[in-house]
């Protein structure tokens, strides 16, 4: 009766406990990393003087370009997986969730893997 | 006070479809919602059907949708309602079998899952009678004790609503009541069914249930604190 801290089994780790976990720690890089685009991109710069060569200048620091695809990676994957989870409220048959839950890593691939072009390739002139 | 009520009505053996009763009668304000539903099977319609058993908020009975949110018709009082205008419906997300009856077997299907009794195979203590715990012990999961199984939580639960198979609220709190019970031994069984897809990770951090709960328990909280458990190992 000393102690109040029990240590028991846990279970496995599933998808699903992992699944939540990343909602949370996703969530917490997301703070800084979307609040920090927000400001910069939409009141120091202003959407309206965002054009190529303010990306180019952007981009040419491989600071900005690691900074970009963590909040891709990160926003996307969150935004994916939140998906993910209201959709599986509504989806009762194991086949079509694994159909949904293929399709949205397909989307989660695609998406990703273009801005990944993008921000590895960088800003060329179209000649 | 003068009000108008309006209850949902299902009448199986009648063949007609749901509908909507709307009653103007006098009550006082100091009545309860149950207080009015009384009322109206005496004076207008006999057939009115709902649950209700101590009438004092302690068996769970009579948890009903009240201008849109889950209470117990015996713990509302009409005039805390702040309207003169009343809607009386069954919760939502159970099957409704007559008026503001709903089958509640799936939601207590789903509290057995969680083995919600003591469970500890231990031998007795040496003096063979008790096994002791202290005040701070007790205190630990003393909120999630106060349950009265009426269901008001669950059925408020956007989760619930959208996927019947998840658990819910009220069997998460029944976990909780002897997963933090020091003298308990079946916690990892019960986060083993916990933490399965239709577990604890359904839930979305809504907080209605606990808005709805009409014994104040700190429902999220407690969801919360078992999610931990799964995820550390540890009961503290
Ligand atoms: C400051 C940044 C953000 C924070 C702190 C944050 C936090 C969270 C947390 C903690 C959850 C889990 C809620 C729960 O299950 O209890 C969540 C869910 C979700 N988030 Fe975010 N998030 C952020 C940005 C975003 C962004 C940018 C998107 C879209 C791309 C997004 C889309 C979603 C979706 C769709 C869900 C699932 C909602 C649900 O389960 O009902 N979030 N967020
Ligand atoms: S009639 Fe028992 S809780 Fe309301």
Redesign the pocket.
Known sequence: MTTNTRTIEKPKPNFETKS?MF??Y???L??P???GHLILQDVIVGVHRIDLDYVAMRWASIGWRIYDALLLAF??A??????R??LN?FIQSDQVRKIMHWGLFLLWLIVTAIGAIALIGGVRPIS | MQIKLKVFRYLPHTGKKPHYDTYEMEVDPNDRVLDVLEQVRADSDPSLGYRRSCAHGVCGSDAMRINGRNMLACKVLVKDLNSSKITVEPILGLKVLRDLIVDMDPFFEHFRSVMPYFVNDDPLPEDGKERLQSPTQRERFDDTTKCILCAACTTSC?SFWANGKYVGPAAIVNAHRFIFDSRDTAAAERLEVLNEDSGVWR????FNCTEACPRDIEITKAIAEVKQVIYSGKIE
């Open positions: 939540w909602m949370r996703s969530a917490v997301l703070i990393l979307v609040f926003a996307f969150h935004g994916v997986n939140g998906i989870q209201v409220d | 956007p839930c979305r951090t809504a």
